[in-house]
């Protein structure tokens, strides 16, 4: 199934392979969460500005 030692080895290379690409996934879909995050932040905070420049408070 293997053919010996040497494609054990390629096996195990292309298993490595896909861990490596599955972590860099990983890693790039964690910073679009973060930038996705910060814009709903922003986007709160900028209709939160608006609103009370609409309705100014009583006092």
Known sequence: ???G???L???LERIDEFLTVKTV???KLA???V???LLVRV???ARGA???QCFPAPF
Do not use: E, K, T
Request: aromatic content about 4%.
């Open 31 to 33: 910073n679009v969460r």
């Open 5 to 7: 030692l040497p494609g």
């Open 35 to 37: 930038v996705v995050l």
């Open 50 to 52: 608006r609103s009370a």
């Open 1 to 3: 199934m293997f053919h």
């Open 9 to 11: 080895l390629h096996v």
């Open 25 to 27: 996934i990983a890693q």
């Open 43 to 45: 986007v709160a905070l």
